[in-house]
């Protein structure tokens, strides 16, 4: 009986280890999306800027530094997309490992301001997602070997369904003729769906939503889509619509939408990641085939 107590109270505090969670951090909702697929009921989520928000601008609170430093995962995009969160991990030191999703992506290089700077926007191809996915997965994997099996098994039933999208993606896209793919939304958020699909974005801002374009940017604009005759003009969810809708008007041209850029939706199909590329490539086509 002393043998069997012993045995019991050896045992427990080891089970009770075992089963913690990773309390993983992540910097905005589509992280926060794909870390969830991948790390399941393994993992502990906390983010930063929620769904419809727009990150460019988000400002840190207390509760934020917090979550960093309980944190034993913390999920950025990087390639200069969070630089308030550059700011907060300086002044917070956490403990926790830190990745960048993005780590591995090939950068489309674009100039601002007279400098070449990376576009952070990689999420918007299936393929990068594919990259983001897999370094999420790695870092679960480093910090909780033990449940390897489940971690991968979620990543490869996740990805599974991602190569469906982009095989969908693939066959709609290719039926547009060339005079049918150019695009206009608030900021220059598309790059990378546009290289993936021969797709021309054009937008009045620039990659961060801080600057407002001028008055002279915006009726060199509304002079480009005249000319061109671009059919779509698109809002975006984290962003207030009225420009687009005064540059569509000007333009004669329709607004085809509501495109997710930077941010997930509260509810509705496009609150997950795959919802939110499946929606975009939807509401794009129907736009684009009038």
């Known amino acids: 009986m002393r043998y069997l107590f012993f045995v019991l109270t050896l045992w427990l505090p080891l089970s009770l280890h075992a089963e913690e969670k990773l309390n993983v951090v992540t910097s905005f909702s589509i992280l926060a999306d794909l870390a ?6 393994r993992i502990e989520l906390t983010n930063l800027v929620d769904a419809d928000a727009d990150a460019h601008v988000y400002e840190p609170s207390p509760d934020d530094a917090k979550a960093l430093l309980r944190a034993d995962l913390i999920v950025a995009n990087g ?15 956490p403990a926790g490992k830190r990745i960048n999703a ?3 992506v090939v950068p489309l290089m674009l100039e601002e301001d007279g400098e070449q700077v990376p576009d952070p926007h990689a999420w918007q191809s299936l393929t990068n997602a594919e990259i983001y996915v897999r370094n999420i997965t790695k870092a679960l994997v480093q910090l909780d070997p033990d449940h390897r099996e489940g971690y ?4 490869d039933a996740y990805l599974a369904r991602l190569h469906a999208l982009l ?11 060339s ?7 608030s900021h220059d958020a598309f790059g990378y769906l546009g290289q993936a699909w021969q797709l021309e974005f054009i937008a009045p801002q620039g990659l961060s939503t801080h600057d407002e374009p001028s008055a002279a940017e915006v009726a060199a604009l ?3 889509l005249r000319s061109e005759g671009v ?3 698109f809002v975006e969810n984290i962003r207030d619509p009225r420009l687009i809708e005064q540059i569509a008007e000007e333009a004669g041209a329709t607004v085809g939408g509501t495109l997710y850029s930077d941010a997930l939706a509260s509810e509705g199909p496009a609150s997950t990641y795959l919802g939110m590329f499946e929606h975009n490539l939807d509401t794009l086509m129907a736009a684009l085939k009038r």
């Not at 969830?36 to 009921?41: A, F, I, P, S």
């Not at 991968?152 to 990543?155: L, Y």
């Not at 005079?179 to 939304?185: A, E, L, W």
């Open 102 to 104: 993005s780590a591995g």
């Open 79 to 93: 390639l200069g997309f969070e630089p308030w969160l550059e700011r907060l991990l300086a002044s917070s030191e």
């Open 36 to 41: 969830q697929q991948v790390g399941g009921d």
């Open 167 to 177: 095989k969908r993606a693939d066959a709609q896209i290719a039926s547009l003729p």
């Open 179 to 185: 005079s049918q793919r150019k695009v206009v939304t």
């Open 222 to 224: 509304i002079r480009q």
């Open 231 to 233: 059919r779509a003009v």
């Open 152 to 155: 991968e098994a979620r990543r």
